[in-house]
């Protein structure tokens, strides 16, 4: 087994699109956006993390996969409940959080249906949520 990744790790592999295909699943993702808010500010952040995320799916041969909807939903949220609980670091921060942390069902059901989540529009630019607002 091998020993969890530093927040500084994770940021550089995932930067350099290193990270083994088996190391980055949502958890990783949402850990990554986390590292981002906070050393960014919030928009830095939607600017920052969206374009290098987005060159690691293109490194993975995966850019089909990239969101924007989905990835500046979840830095808004990242966000507010940062300003929320003031989590020290990760580990707080998921604790605090583990909704955020899980991918199906996702707390984006709560905010966006289906229709209006996976459209090729909310694909590819981002589309204010249908069922709520991202404060929760």
């Known amino acids: 087994m091998t ?9 550089e592999q995932f930067e350099r699109a290193t990270l083994a295909a088996g190391q980055f699943h949502h958890a990783q993702h949402v850990r990554v956006a986390w590292l981002y808010v906070r050393r960014y500010g919030l928009p830095g952040a939607l600017e920052a993390f969206p374009a290098a995320l987005g060159r690691f799916a293109l490194a993975q041969g995966a850019p089909h996969l990239y969101h924007v909807t989905i990835t500046w939903a979840y830095l808004l949220l990242i966000h507010a409940r940062q300003q929320a609980c003031h989590a020290a670091g990760w580990e707080d921060f998921a604790t605090a959080n583990t909704d955020l942390l899980a991918w199906k069902p ?31």
């Open 3 to 11: 020993a969890p990744l530093t927040d500084a790790d994770l940021v």
């Open 106 to 136: 996702s707390i984006l059901d709560d905010y966006y249906t289906p229709e209006t989540l996976w459209s090729e529009f909310a694909r590819q630019t981002f589309v204010m949520p249908d069922r709520g607002l991202l404060t929760r």
